[in-house]
């Protein structure tokens, strides 16, 4: 299958005083199309900020994005309007990502009135298509964001994000807000929509039980870098990276018999600001040594299985 979307070298930094703050740095993958690639790992470990500056909702400090075989690495007005077409986004707070002053319908609506060149009572038509595909009666038509929750809420998302037909999108933690029932029908709604739409998805959460259910590949990321990269049962069943590790060991479990060790990470946060060469969990792990403080490269442990970490072939 032919990859969609290809990420090389990918960084974005931002000023912060007297330095940058390397929020993505130095970040490459692959995504086959119809496939989902879930990114995980801590708030504040850059896993937003990829999925926007690969949208061009903030602007990439280097590296390159192909996207369909086309270069749009540092895309012009022309090209950006084609770029939001074919690559949408669903936020986190389906409340603060509506516009309080538009009801359902308007909301929906506002994509195609943009970008369609569809007749007025063409649009509608194709509203009230999409409020029927995302799950939403007929008769919240001219309802408002106030008066819905937040399920409905979060269909108002999707349902704007398909509105143009996209090949891709980025699901910056869509259920995070949600009950956790649901949570289970907006992501079951979304493994549909993949299906029916052939849909690619870049998925942005910090739930490792929701990421394993709905993504082929996952990414793991440590303050701005990806520290493993393996398919979603492999990355539960052989974690490789002493982060990974730790993070997996924190998932619970229904079972009291069933108990697993928890791994505690001790030690301060290594500063994004001007960071120093070498592995940035260092600070963390139980495992650091000397080798650690040299430039770690990311290398293919297996098949497919990506991991950044001078260590991990003796750690069993």
Same mark, same amino acid.
Request: glycine fraction near 14%.
């Given at each position: 299958m032919a990859a969609l979307l290809e990420v090389k070298g990918l960084k974005k930094y931002f000023k912060s005083g007297a330095g940058q703050l390397h929020a993505v740095d130095d *970040?490459?993958?692959t995504l086959d199309e119809g496939k989902t690639l879930g990114v995980v790992g801590e708030s504040g470990c850059g896993k937003t900020t990829l999925g926007r500056t690969v949208m061009h909702l903030l602007q990439p400090t280097a590296g390159e994005i192909h996207f369909a075989g086309r270069d749009i690495s540092s895309p012009n007005k022309q090209e950006l309007h084609k770029i939001r077409e074919d690559m949408q986004i669903i936020f986190q707070d389906p409340f603060s990502s509506l516009n309080p002053r538009m009801s359902v319908s308007a909301a929906i609506m506002e994509p195609l009135l943009l970008h369609s060149k569809l007749k007025k009572a063409d649009i509608r038509v194709e509203t009230r298509k999409l409020m029927d595909t995302v799950g939403i009666a007929r008769r919240f038509e001219n309802a408002y964001p106030h008066e819905l929750d937040g399920g409905r809420r979060?269909? *108002?998302?999707i349902a704007r994000a398909l509105a143009l037909k996209p090949k891709f999108i980025v699901c910056d933690e869509p259920v995070s807000a949600l009950d956790v029932s649901i949570q289970a029908q907006i992501i079951n709604l979304m493994l549909?929509?993949?299906?029916?739409?052939?849909?690619?998805y870049m998925f942005v959460t910090h739930d490792l039980s929701v990421v394993k259910y709905i993504s082929d590949d996952i990414m793991v990321m440590?303050?701005?870098?990806?520290?493993?990269k393996a398919p979603s049962d492999e990355m539960f069943e052989k974690p490789l990276h002493p982060y990974t590790k730790a993070l997996l060991s924190a998932i619970p479990t229904p079972s009291l018999d069933d108990k697993k060790e928890r791994i505690i990470m001790q030690g301060e946060i290594t500063s994004p600001i001007n960071p120093k060469p070498g592995c940035r969990f260092m600070a963390r792990c139980q495992y650091a040594s000397k080798k650690c403080e040299q430039p770690q490269t990311l290398e293919e442990a297996a098949p497919g299985h990506f991991v950044s970490c001078c260590r991990y072939g003796e750690l069993g």
């Open positions: *970040i490459s993958f979060q269909r *108002i998302g549909d929509l993949q299906e029916e739409w052939g849909l690619t440590y303050l701005g870098q990806m520290v493993e």
